[in-house]
C-alpha cells in the first residue's frame, strides 16, 4: 500500500456536482450528496486513492471547512483511522482540527480546518528547479516541530511527503500543517511501551519518494526516525536540482520499475544525495540513520541547526514560511564601522562560499552613491542618520552601477571588540584566510593571536557551528604546534563526513574538562593533543556545535599560547 507524492491535484479546481464516486470501477455507487452532516459540499479540494476532500460550509453558521469523504467500504479505511487519530492531535500547533466527523449513509466523513496549498503546489508553481534556503530551513524547522509535536503524542505520521504538508489560510499562511493521517499509527501501547520492531520483511506503508530506506528498502516497521528520514529526503530533494534522482521517471508502473526505485534509492549515498549542499542536511539525514529504532530524536537541537543554518546564509531564522521567499540579506560594512544591511535582489538557492565572498568583495567596492534612488527615505537623511561615509571604489570598477538598488538600510552598529577583523568577508572566507597566516608561523605569540582572532571570527553571526574552514585551522595548529609539516592541500579540502563518526557519545563534560586542561599544558605537543581532542568530540556532537565551554577552551588556547616558552 502506498501513497505518491503527486498525486494531489491542483486545488480548488472544478465546482462539485452530484459525482459517480467511481466510476471507472463499473459498479454504480451512490452518489456523494449535496449536504453532509449540515455541510454543502462546494468545490473539489483534491482526490486521493482513498477519497475525496471539498471545500464546504456549514448550513447554518456559514463557517467554512474542509470535508473529506471517503466510501465506508473503501479497501483501505483511512477516514476510520484519521477519526481515531485526530483526537490526539488536537491544539498541538500545525494540526487541523477536527469539527466533526461520523458516517452518512455509505459515507465516511472528516471536517477539517480549511488550509491552504500543499508544499508540492507551492514548489510546483513556482516554476523553480529548487526552493532557496531560507524557505527550507523555515520547512525543516517547522516539519521537525510538527514530528515532535505528534511524536510526544504517541503518533507517528508514516507519510511524510511534500503534498501532506500544507500551509494554512491567512492569517496562518505562514504555519505549516500536517494533513492525511490515514497511514498514521499509535507508536506507544496503552501501557506506554513503545511497539515492537521485528526482523520479518513487512508490506510496505509510505510514499516512493520520501520513505525511509529501511521501511521501504528493507520492509522495517517505522518508527519515530523513519518520519525525520523522510523529511531529510524531503528537504534535500527540495535542493535539488529535478528533485531526488529516484523521483525523476515519476511514479513505477510495474514492479520491475518500483525495484530499481528501491535500489536506487537503497544505494544512495547521503555525500551524493547531499553534494553541494549545506553539509547540515548531509548530517540530519546521517543522524536519522543512525537512530536505534525506539530511540528519541533530538528535535531541538535540529531545529536550532536549522535555525542557524538560515541566518547564516542571510534568512532571518524564523520559522515562518514567508511566500513567494523574500531575498536574503547581505550585510556589508562600511568604512565608518557601520553597516549596511542589502536584500540580494536575486536570491541563490545557496550561494557558495567563493561566491559569497566574491558578492561581498564587489559590494564593498561599490560606490554607494551611484546609488541615486531614494530607498526607504531620503538617500541623504539615510546617510546623515546612519553617518554612512560611502567608500570609494579605487580599483577598476566591475561592470556598470548595478541596477538593484538596496531595498532596506540598517544602522545595527554591532561590532566585534577588535575591529580589525575585516568582517565583509564571510565566516568560511575569513577563517580560510586566518589558516594561510597560521600555517606560515610557529612563533607562539603569533599563533595565540590568530587563535583569538579565530575564535572571534567564529562567533560572526549567531551559528556557532564548527564549519569545515574551522576544523582546518584546527588542523593547521595541531601540525605546527607538533612540529610537523605543513598539511597539504588535500587536507583542506577533506570532508566532515570522511571522518570517522561514532555513535554520539560526545558529552558536554569532555569540554568542559578540556577548558580547564588547557591551561595547564606544560607545552606545545599537549596542546595539540587537546586540540585534537576538543575537534572529535565536537564533530561528534549533534550540529558541531561549539558551545561556551568550546569558545572557553579557544581563549584558554591562545592564553596558555602566549605562556609558552618560545
Ligand atoms: N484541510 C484541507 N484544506 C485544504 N486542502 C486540503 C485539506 N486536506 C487536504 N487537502 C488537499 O487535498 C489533497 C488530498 O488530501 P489528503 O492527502 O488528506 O487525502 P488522501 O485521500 O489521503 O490523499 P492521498 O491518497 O494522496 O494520500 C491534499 O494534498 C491537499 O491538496
Known amino acids: ?98 469539527y466533526s466527523a461520523g458516517v452518512q449513509g455509505p459515507w465516511d466523513f472528516l471536517v477539517i480546518d480549511l488550509l491552504g496549498p500543499s508544499l508540492d503546489n507551492l514548489y510546483r508553481k513556482s516554476g523553480k528547479d529548487v526552493m532557496d534556503i531560507g524557505s527550507v530551513c523555515s520547512i525543516a524547522m517547522q516539519l521537525i516541530s510538527r514530528l515532535e509535536c505528534m511524536h510526544n503524542r504517541g503518533v507517528l505520521h508514516r507519510d511524510i511527503q511534500l503534498g501532506n504538508c500544507v500551509v494554512g489560510l491567512p492569517p496562518n499562511e505562514k504555519t505549516i500543517y500536517m494533513i492525511d493521517f490515514g497511514f498514521s499509527k499509535r507508536y506507544i501501547d496503552e501501557n506506554g511501551r513503545h511497539i515492537p520492531d521485528s526482523r520479518e520483511r513487512r508490506d510496505f ?17 517505522p518508527s519515530r526516525r523513519d518520519d525525520l528520514e523522510a523529511a531529510a529526503l524531503m528537504f534535500i530533494h527540495l535542493l535539488t536540482p529535478r528533485g531526488l534522482s529516484w523521483t525523476r521517471n515519476g511514479v513505477p508502473k510495474t514492479s520491475q520499475a518500483h525495484d530499481l526505485l528501491i535500489e536506487e534509492k537503497r544505494r544512495a549515498r547521503p555525500e551524493d544525495l547531499c553534494r553541494g549542499l549545506p553539509v547540515e542536511f548531509e548530517d540530519f539525514l546521517r543522524y536519522t540513520r543512525k537512530l536505534k529504532f525506539d530511540q528519541k530524536p533530538d528535535y531541538e537541537t535540529w531545529v536550532q541547526v536549522f535555525q542557524d543554518l538560515a541566518t547564516e546564509h542571510g534568512y532571518s531564522g524564523h520559522e515562518d514560511l514567508i511566500w513567494p521567499p523574500e531575498p536574503p540579506v547581505v550585510r556589508v560594512q562600511l568604512s565608518s564601522g557601520k553597516h549596511l544591511l542589502i536584500r540580494d535582489a536575486a536570491p541563490t538557492s545557496i550561494p557558495p ?7 561581498l568583495a564587489k559590494l564593498t567596492n561599490l560606490n554607494l552613491q551611484a546609488f541615486a534612488r531614494p530607498v526607504l527615505a531620503d538617500r541623504t537623511n539615510a546617510a546623515r542618520n546612519m553617518n554612512i561615509v560611502a567608500p570609494v571604489s579605487k580599483e577598476k570598477s566591475f561592470g556598470k552601477p548595478l541596477a538593484p538598488p538596496p531595498i532596506s538600510i540598517g544602522s545595527e552598529t554591532t561590532q566585534t571588540s577588535d575591529n580589525s577583523l575585516p568582517q565583509r568577508r564571510s565566516k568560511g572566507r575569513l577563517i580560510a584566510d586566518l589558516t594561510t597566516k597560521l600555517s606560515a608561523t610557529t612563533n607562539t605569540t603569533e599563533l595565540a593571536g590568530l587563535v583569538k582572532e579565530f575564535s572571534q571570527a567564529l562567533r560572526l553571526n549567531s551559528s556557532r557551528t564548527l564549519v569545515k574552514e574551522a576544523s582546518n585551522f584546527l588542523e593547521v595548529l595541531q601540525n605546527q604546534l607538533n612540529g610537523s609539516s605543513l598539511p597539504t592541500m588535500a587536507g ?21 574538562r578540556l ?5 595547564t599544558a606544560r607545552n606545545s605537543k599537549v596542546l595539540a593533543g587537546y586540540i585534537s581532542d576538543f575537534v572529535q568530540v565536537t564533530h561528534r556532537s549533534v550540529g558541531r556545535n561549539i558551545t561556551k565551554d568550546g569558545f572557553a577552551f579557544l581563549d584558554g588556547l591562545a592564553s596558555r599560547l602566549v605562556a609558552l616558552p618560545q
Open 353 to 359: 562560499r567563493d561566491e559569497m565572498h566574491d558578492i
Open 205 to 221: 506503508i509510505g510514499n516512493y519518494w520520501f520513505s525511509s530506506v529501511n521501511v521501504h528498502c528493507r520492509g522495517r516497521v
Open 492 to 512: 583542506r579540502t577533506r570532508s566532515f563526513n570522511e571522518q570517522p563518526r561514532e555513535p554520539a557519545r560526545a558529552k558536554l563534560g569532555v569540554v568542559a
Open 1 to 98: 500500500m502506498t501513497s505518491q507524492s503527486g498525486s494531489d491535484s491542483d486545488s480548488f479546481s472544478s465546482d462539485y456536482s452530484e459525482v459517480d464516486s467511481d466510476s471507472s470501477s463499473g459498479s454504480k455507487k451512490p452518489q456523494i450528496p449535496k449536504v453532509i452532516a449540515n455541510y454543502m459540499l462546494e468545490t473539489t479540494l483534491g482526490s486521493g486513492y482513498s477519497g475525496s476532500i471539498f471545500r464546504a460550509r456549514h448550513i447554518h453558521n456559514g463557517n467554512v471547512v474542509a470535508l473529506k469523504i471517503q466510501d465506508v467500504d473503501h479497501e483501505c479505511p483511512t477516514n476510520r483511522f484519521e477519526r481515531y487519530l485526530y483526537p490526539l492531535l488536537q491544539g498541538g500547533k500545525g494540526m487541523p482540527t477536527l
Open 515 to 519: 577548558r580547564y586542561d588547557v591551561s
